[in-house]
C-alpha cells in the first residue's frame, strides 16, 4: 500500500540522525518507520471482489422467523427449553429470572425457494426468489449478548471501543480506488429508533483520520456544510482553500504532524466532492424499470430502498466500503406484529440491489453481506399467547448471508440442531467473517496490521480462519 510516510527499517536506522531529534522522528512515524515491509495482499491471489456493500440489521433480526425454519419449536410450543440444550449459557438480565423459557415456534410459514429448496420465511419472498445467488450461513456465533459490544465487535473486531471499523481496515490496506468520492461511505436508514448508531462503528480508532468513514445524509446536502455558503463563490472558496493549505504546510513544516497532511487532504477531498457527491446521490437519471427493482419506497430519502440505491450507484463510482444500516430488529416483544413491516422495508430493496448489480455485471466483483449483531432466542421472552410472542438476545447461532464477490451461489453452509439454540455444524465466528471478507478483497488479515501501543493490532485480532468451504 502506498503511503507518505512508509519507510524501510534499514532506510530509518541509516539516515537517522542522533540523540533525541532521531528518537523524535522515530515516535512520530510509529508503525511506518519501524514495521516490517510486509505487504498485506495475498501473493500470486487476483481479488475476487473489488468493493463491499454490508447491509447491517441494528438489532438482531430473528432467524427463526426468517431463515432458520424450526417446526420443533411449532410442536412444543409453550414448553420449557430443556436445560440439556441450554447447558451453561448464559442469559440476559431480561429473560434470565424466567422461571420457565417457553418455546415459541414461528408465526410465519416458511416455503422451499431456488434450485435447493432452500426454507425461506413468507416474509422474505423478494430476497427468497433470489436465493440461489446466495450463500445463507446459518451457523454464525459471537460472545457479546448486548447491542452495543455486539454491534462493535461486528464493525470494528473488537467488544471495547476505539478500533478502527472494517471498512476503515480496507481503505488503510488497499487505499481509494476514486479520487472525487469517499472510499468508505455510510447510509443510515432515516426512521424512529431507540437505539442509537455511534459514529465510533464508522470511526478510523488508532489509523489515520483519512481513512473514517463519511456519512451521507438523506436530501439535497448529502455531506453537510459541502455547498458554499451564500455570497462565497467557487473562486472564492478556492482561493480560501489554497490559503489555508498554505497555512497548514507552513504547520506540517514545524509540527511534522501526519494528521495536518490528512487535514490538507481532507479539504481538498471536500472541494472535489461538491461535484461528485450531487451527481452520485440523485437518482433522476435512473429509469423507471431500475426504481421499480427497489420498490415504492425508493423514492423516499433516507429509506432503506434508496439507500440500497445509493449504495449501487457509489459502487459503480468507485466507492470500495459502502455500509447500509437499518436499525429497529430489537424483536424483545411484538415480533408477530413487528416483523412484518421490517421484513417489508427490507425484502424487495435487498432483492433490488441484487439485481440490479447481476444485470450491470458488478455482482461478481462486488461483496454484499446481509445481517445482524446476534441472533434472537428460540424461547419466548416473558408471556408467551396464542398470538403474540418476543425474543431475547442469542449470539450463540444466528444466520447471515452473502452474495457475490466469489462467494459460492445458492448453498447453505452451517447448521443448528432442531431447537434452533446451538450450532452442530461448521461454526462461523466473527473474526471469521472478518477474515473471509478480507481475503475476497485481496488481503491477509494476519498481515493487515497497524502498530499500536506497543503491539501489531488486526482487524481479527489474534484469531480468525479463512471460510474456505463457501468460496468459489
Not at 262 to 284: D, G, K, L
Not at 292 to 304: E, N, T
Not at 410 to 418: L, R, S
Request: hydrophobic share 40%.
Amino acid at each position: 500500500m502506498a503511503d507518505p510516510f512508509f519507510i524501510t527499517r534499514r532506510h530509518f536506522f541509516s539516515r537517522m540522525s542522533a540523540g533525541l531529534g532521531g528518537l523524535a522522528l522515530g515516535s512520530l512515524l510509529g508503525n511506518r518507520a519501524l514495521g516490517e515491509n510486509v505487504s498485506p495482499l495475498l501473493p500470486g491471489y487476483a481479488p475476487k471482489a473489488k468493493r463491499v456493500i454490508y447491509l447491517f440489521m441494528s438489532g438482531g433480526p430473528a432467524q427463526h422467523d426468517l431463515w432458520d425454519d424450526k417446526p420443533l419449536l411449532r410442536e412444543r410450543n409453550g414448553e420449557g427449553l430443556p436445560d440439556s440444550v441450554r447447558g451453561n449459557q448464559r442469559l440476559t438480565g431480561m429473560s434470565g429470572s424466567q422461571a420457565i423459557l417457553p418455546l415459541a415456534g414461528s408465526h410465519f410459514k416458511f416455503k422451499p425457494m431456488g434450485k435447493n429448496g432452500t426454507m425461506v420465511s413468507e416474509l422474505l419472498p423478494h430476497t427468497g426468489a433470489m436465493i440461489d445467488d446466495i450463500c445463507l450461513v446459518k451457523s454464525m456465533f459471537t460472545e457479546a449478548i448486548n447491542h452495543d459490544p455486539a454491534m462493535t465487535f461486528f464493525q470494528t473486531g473488537s467488544q471495547i471501543a476505539g478500533r478502527p471499523s472494517m471498512g476503515s481496515w480496507i481503505h488503510y490496506g488497499l487505499g481509494s480506488m476514486n479520487e472525487n468520492l469517499p472510499a468508505f461511505v455510510v447510509l443510515v436508514t432515516k426512521k424512529m429508533t431507540d437505539q442509537p448508531l455511534y459514529a465510533r462503528l464508522w470511526g478510523s480508532g488508532f489509523l489515520d483520520s483519512r481513512y473514517q468513514g463519511v456519512r451521507f445524509s438523506p436530501g439535497q446536502d448529502a455531506v453537510f456544510y459541502l455547498t458554499n455558503p451564500d455570497g462565497i463563490c467557487g473562486s472564492g472558496r478556492r482561493a480560501l482553500l489554497d490559503k489555508l493549505g498554505d497555512l497548514n504546510r507552513a504547520s506540517f513544516e514545524k509540527e511534522l504532524d501526519p494528521e495536518i497532511e490528512s487535514r490538507i487532504a481532507q479539504y481538498e477531498m471536500a472541494y472535489r466532492m461538491q461535484t461528485s457527491v450531487p451527481e452520485a446521490t440523485t437518482i433522476a437519471n435512473e429509469s423507471q424499470s431500475v426504481l421499480d427493482l427497489y420498490g415504492p419506497d425508493v423514492a423516499q430519502a433516507g429509506s432503506f430502498a434508496a439507500n440500497c440505491l445509493q449504495a449501487r450507484r457509489l459502487a459503480e463510482r468507485g466507492v470500495r466500503f459502502i455500509q447500509l444500516y437499518h436499525p429497529g430488529w430489537d424483536s424483545h416483544a411484538n415480533l408477530p406484529r413487528q416483523l412484518p413491516g421490517l421484513a417489508k422495508e427490507i425484502d424487495q430493496p435487498c432483492a433490488g440491489l441484487l439485481r440490479d448489480l447481476k444485470q450491470r455485471g458488478m455482482l461478481e466483483d462486488t461483496l454484499v453481506v446481509w445481517g445482524g449483531e446476534f441472533g434472537r432466542t428460540a424461547y419466548s421472552q416473558g408471556v408467551l399467547t396464542a398470538s403474540n410472542y418476543g425474543r431475547d438476545h442469542h449470539p450463540r447461532c444466528f444466520s447471515l448471508w452473502m452474495a457475490g464477490g466469489g462467494i459460492k451461489p445458492g448453498i447453505i453452509h452451517g447448521a443448528t440442531d432442531d431447537f434452533g439454540y446451538n450450532i452442530t455444524e461448521n461454526p462461523v465466528h466473527v473474526h471469521d467473517l472478518h477474515a473471509t471478507i478480507l481475503n475476497q478483497l485481496g488481503l491477509d488479515h494476519t498481515k493487515l496490521t497497524f502498530f499500536h501501543q506497543g503491539r501489531h493490532f488486526r482487524l481479527t485480532d489474534v484469531a480468525g480462519k479463512v471460510v474456505k468451504d463457501i468460496l468459489v
